[in-house]
């Protein structure tokens, strides 16, 4: 049986249900029988995908799932770039302020222009794991859906971990979250490379004076260009408060999704409701508005590693699975905070 085998594309169904089995293996074969059972011989196939710690690659179809339920689960990974790499590693150059240009008439002389300049960005990257556990009985079970039980158990592990991660995260062994860089005050043409701006919400440790003109202030801080595009992200208490919110009018500022599947809205943009952001206490930044795609990048070794472990806590086997992921801000001028300050 070859590597590809193992960990190519599933087909048919398993014993006693409509569990994928893997393609040229028998029911109960390959990768199900590896997380079964442990299989010697299934484990030698596929060791040309093993680590060094005796971790086996997760087939492609695993990992699909993983990665799915992660980009529903994980909010910012839904909103952010992210990149699959191939070291812990990796480095990204990013200018300040353009390339600059100019004119010249069609004979005219073309001056040398200005030199951009150049940042490397080198988002932090940590281990993340999930350590799940299910008894022999269960695996032992052909009803058992053991691949999408374990799919989801890392994944919900993973989406927990990286939630708090990409919005405060400090950088050591593990991404840096984009609440966990400076703040200031002044604008996107004075304002240092790395610092995101800033707008207080009118009181110390509330909104002031009608707050929704501070949401609009913060809103058209963000340049044109990047308000395509563009989302708030909050926590759901901090979306209980906004939700009331009413302009001079009358009007609601929000406006809930017509449709299943469609996000809410608050001045037009979409919602993302993020349980790791800060409640409204004075100091904190419980509001985000940005574009995440320029502002926020996201690392990560494209394989997840998984260990099967029958000895630690018997009767129950555990699946320590791994994966490098990283994180960091790279354009500081994408993203616009609201703190809860007087000023």
Do not use: C
């Not at 190519?8 to 169904?13: L, N, P, V």
């Not at 199900?32 to 040309?48: C, P």
């Not at 994966?323 to 354009?331: I, T």
Request: proline letters at 6%; a neutral charge; glycine letters at 14%.
């Amino acid at each position: 049986m070859t590597i590809e085998t193992l960990v190519g594309s599933f087909s048919g169904t398993g014993v006693g249900g409509s569990r994928p089995m893997l393609s040229g293996a028998a029911p109960g074969g390959g990768f199900g029988a590896f997380v079964r059972s442990g299989s010697e011989v299934e484990t030698k196939a596929v060791a040309g995908t093993s680590d060094v710690a005796g971790g086996v690659a997760v087939p492609r179809e695993i990992d699909a799932m993983i990665g799915a339920t992660l980009k529903t689960a994980s909010p910012i990974r839904r909103i952010a770039q992210v990149v699959s790499v191939g070291t812990a590693g990796y480095r990204k150059l990013v200018t300040s302020g353009g390339t600059p240009s100019g004119w010249a008439s069609e004979g005219g002389a073309r001056p040398e222009t200005a030199t951009p300049t150049f940042n490397e960005i080198a988002p932090p990257m940590g281990e993340l794991y999930a350590n799940p556990a299910a008894s022999q009985a269960m695996l032992d079970d052909a009803a058992f859906d053991v691949e999408a039980w374990l799919a989801g158990e890392i994944a919900s592990e993973f989406a927990r971990a990286e939630g708090q991660a990409f919005v405060s995260g400090n950088g050591v062994g593990r991404p840096r979250g984009f609440l966990t860089g400076p703040t200031a005050t002044t604008g996107d043409a004075t304002r240092a490379f790395g610092t995101i701006q800033h707008l207080a919400s009118g009181a110390a440790a509330d909104f002031g004076a009608e707050p929704e003109n501070r949401l609009i202030d913060l809103v058209q801080a963000l340049r044109g260009a990047y308000r395509q595009g563009a989302s708030f992200v909050m926590n759901a208490q901090t979306a209980a408060r906004i939700r009331k919110f009413k302009s001079a009018e009358g009007a609601f500022l929000w406006m809930p999704g017509l449709a299943a599947g469609q996000p809410d809205t608050l001045l037009g943009y979409p919602v993302v409701e993020a349980e790791d952001m800060p409640d409204i206490a004075a100091g904190t930044f419980p509001i985000a508005f940005g574009n995440f795609k320029a502002g926020y990048l996201i690392t990560e070794r494209a394989k997840t590693q998984i260990l099967r472990d029958p000895y630690s806590n018997k009767p129950f086997v555990h699946f320590y699975a791994t994966k490098r992921v990283g994180g960091a801000v790279v354009n500081s001028e994408a993203i616009k905070l609201l703190k809860i300050a007087a000023a």
